[in-house]
C-alpha cells in the first residue's frame, strides 16, 4: 500500500469523525442529563476487566493478568492483579467512571446472572473472525447478551444502556500474514469491519441506546511490531492495516444513528509521544517471552521499569493504567458530548 494511499485513507477516517461527532452533538444538544447508565462492554482486552478465570495455578501468557506484575499499581484493587492485562485499571473502568455510576467496569459475564447494572462480555484475545479453538469472539459474546434479554435478566427498554465494543489489541490481523496479498488483505479488512457493524446493528437491535465503538490504535508502534528496531521506529505495515481498518469502519458507521466512533489511533499516538513512546514498561529479552514470566526456579525473565506513570505501553501491547487515564482523558470530551453528559 503507497504512502499517498496511506494519508489519503488516514484524512478521509478524521473528515468522516468529525462529520459523525457534529452530527450526533447537535441531535443531542438538548438531552436531559441522567447518571443511571447500564453499561454493557463487548470485545478484548483493552476492556476486558477479569473474565478470564483463572482455569490452572500455572501463570503462563494466557493467564498472566491474574499474577504479579500485573495490577501493581491499581489501588482500588489494593494493587493486586486483577486479570486486567494492565498494571491497573483499562479502558472499561475510566468509561464506567465517566458515565458517573461506578467506580469500575461492570462484572464479568457469568451464565444465569442478571445485570442491572450493566455487564462485561469482553475476553483477553477475543476478535471478530475467531476460529473455533479461540476465545469467545465478539458475535458470540452478543449471543451471550441475547440470552440474558431473552431470559430477562437485563432489561433494556431503556434509553440509557451505552454499549463499549472494542476491536482493537490487532488480535484478528494476528493471523496475517508476511505473504499476504493486498487483496487478501483488503478482502479480511472488510470481513472484519463487517462483524464489527453486525455486532453494532444487533446491539441497536437488541435496544441498546447508545454505543461507542473503538477504532484501532497505530498497531505498527506497539512494543510487539516495533520491538525489532528496539521500539525506535514503528512498523509500517502495521499502521497501514490500522489506517484502513479506520478508514472502512468510519465510511460503514457513518450513517448509523447513536453510534460513536473513538478515535484511539490519534489519542493513542499523542499519549505515548507525551510519555515512553513504544517502550514498554514490562519487557522482556526473549521475544517469545511474556511480561511476569518466570523460570522454572522462579526467577523473573523480565525487567520493570520504576514509574509506570511515565510510561504509555505496560506490555508488548497494552497501555499502562497511567496510559489509559490519558487516553480517556482525551476522549471525554467526544463521549459526554455524544451522551449528553457533563463532567
Not at 514498554?280 to 525487567?303: I, K, L
Request: aromatic fraction near 8%; glycine fraction near 8%.
Amino acid at each position: 500500500m503507497s504512502t499517498k494511499l496511506v494519508l489519503t485513507a488516514a484524512c478521509c477516517f478524521l473528515l468522516l469523525l468529525l462529520l459523525n461527532g457534529a452530527h450526533h452533538v447537535e441531535a443531542r444538544r438538548h438531552r436531559e442529563r441522567r447518571k443511571d447508565y447500564m453499561l454493557l462492554v463487548f470485545g478484548d482486552s483493552f476492556a476486558d476487566a477479569g473474565n478470564r478465570l483463572m482455569r490452572s495455578s500455572a501463570k503462563s501468557r494466557a493467564s498472566r493478568g491474574w499474577y504479579y506484575p500485573y495490577g501493581s499499581s491499581d489501588s482500588a484493587h489494593r494493587n493486586r492483579a486483577t486479570g486486567r492485562l494492565s498494571d491497573g485499571l483499562v479502558q472499561s473502568d475510566f468509561l464506567a467512571r465517566m458515565l458517573g455510576n461506578n467506580d469500575e467496569s461492570p462484572p464479568p459475564y457469568s451464565p444465569g446472572e442478571d445485570g442491572p447494572d450493566g455487564v462485561n462480555f469482553a475476553l483477553p484475545f477475543s476478535g471478530v473472525l475467531n476460529g473455533p479453538q479461540e476465545e469467545t469472539a465478539l458475535g458470540t459474546q452478543i449471543d451471550q447478551l441475547t440470552r440474558m434479554v431473552n431470559r430477562r435478566d437485563v432489561d433494556l427498554d431503556d434509553d440509557y444502556s451505552v454499549a463499549l465494543v472494542s476491536v482493537s489489541n490487532g488480535h484478528d490481523y494476528s493471523h496475517v500474514s508476511d505473504t499476504t496479498s493486498s487483496e487478501q488483505m483488503n478482502a479480511y479488512i472488510r470481513d472484519v469491519t463487517d462483524g464489527i457493524v453486525d455486532a453494532v446493528k444487533r446491539l441497536q437491535d437488541l435496544g441498546v441506546s447508545k454505543v461507542l465503538v473503538n477504532s484501532l490504535p497505530p498497531l505498527g508502534c506497539t512494543p510487539w511490531r516495533s520491538r525489532l528496531s528496539s521500539y525506535a521506529r514503528c512498523d509500517s505495515s502495521g499502521n497501514n492495516i490500522a489506517n484502513t481498518h479506520n478508514m472502512l469502519l468510519a465510511q460503514k458507521l457513518s450513517g448509523f444513528e447513536d453510534v460513536l466512533l473513538l478515535d484511539l489511533y490519534s489519542t493513542f499516538d499523542s499519549v505515548a509521544r507525551s510519555k515512553s513512546g513504544s517502550t514498554p514498561c514490562c519487557d522482556t529479552s526473549d521475544p517469545n517471552g511474556y511480561c511476569g514470566q518466570e523460570d522454572g526456579s522462579g526467577r523473573a525473565q523480565y525487567s520493570l521499569c520504576a514509574n509506570p506513570d511515565s510510561y504509555f505501553y505496560w506490555d508488548y501491547m497494552h497501555p499502562t493504567q497511567a496510559g489509559w487515564e490519558a487516553v480517556m482523558d482525551q476522549l471525554r470530551g467526544p463521549i459526554q458530548d455524544f451522551l449528553a453528559i457533563s463532567s
